[in-house]
């Protein structure tokens, strides 16, 4: 089946799962308190934007997520979003499990503070800044010096998403993590890709 281009047919899509009558309705309280907001199709999800990235809808199995791109910025004063991970500088999200969860109100609070922070163009301090602390990864070089394919794909690589393969892989303070990260590297990279393509438009 090919992949939805528009948001109706994204909820047309995931019609029968637990998510969609819970993003049918946080979609309605959204564009209910917004509805300046444009949407589109971004990473395969719905995408709410206004001056910008704003909100991303998704679909799991077991639960519906609202992620906030500046939500670290938001005041958040209902307490209802969470960091996927200490490392998640700017994103937060919303976890419902049925649409009665969904407290509006906390719902339309975060939507009216998500365009104000859109439209003064506000950032998280530090997002989207590369340290430059890494420059080389040993670890991938070797990888990379037994893999012909994903060589090919790193050495075609913008400087830019070179550094982001030698971040992601020399900043974890475990061995360990390292090689894991590592392993997730050259996965992507044999399939032609950069660490964040799919988070790109």
């Given at each position: 089946m090919p992949k939805p281009k528009t948001v109706s047919a994204y909820f047309k899509h995931i019609e029968g799962t637990l998510a969609h009558p819970i993003l049918m309705k946080a979609y309605a309280v959204i564009?209910?308190?917004?509805?300046?907001?444009?949407?589109?199709?971004?990473?395969?999800?719905?995408?709410?934007?206004?001056?910008?990235?704003?909100?991303?809808?998704?679909?799991?199995?077991?639960?519906?997520?609202?992620?906030?791109?500046?939500?670290?910025?938001?005041?958040?004063?209902?307490?209802?979003?969470?960091?996927?991970?200490?490392?998640?500088?700017?994103?937060?999200?919303?976890?419902?499990?049925?649409?009665?969860?969904?407290?509006?109100?906390?719902?339309?609070?975060?939507?009216?503070?998500?365009?104000?922070?859109?439209?003064?163009?506000?950032?998280v301090q530090g997002f989207n800044q590369r340290s430059g602390k890494y420059e080389h990864s040993a670890l991938l070089n070797e990888a990379l010096e037994n893999n012909p394919r994903a060589q090919e794909t790193f050495e075609g690589l913008t400087d830019y998403k070179k550094r982001e393969y030698i971040e992601h892989i020399e900043s974890a303070k475990q061995q360990a993590t390292k090689e894991r990260r590592l392993q997730k590297a050259m996965g992507l990279l044999e399939k032609g890709l950069g660490l964040n393509d799919k988070y790109r438009s």
């Open positions: 564009k209910g308190t917004a509805p300046q907001i444009e949407e589109k199709i971004k990473w395969g999800a719905p995408s709410l934007e206004y001056k910008g990235v704003m909100i991303t809808l998704v679909a799991f199995k077991n639960h519906a997520a609202i992620w906030f791109h500046k939500g670290a910025l938001l005041q958040d004063k209902h307490r209802v979003l969470e960091a996927s991970s200490e490392d998640t500088k700017s994103m937060r999200k919303y976890i419902l499990t049925s649409p009665e969860m969904l407290n509006e109100t906390a719902l339309r609070d975060l939507v009216l503070e998500a365009v104000e922070k859109n439209e003064t163009g506000e950032q």
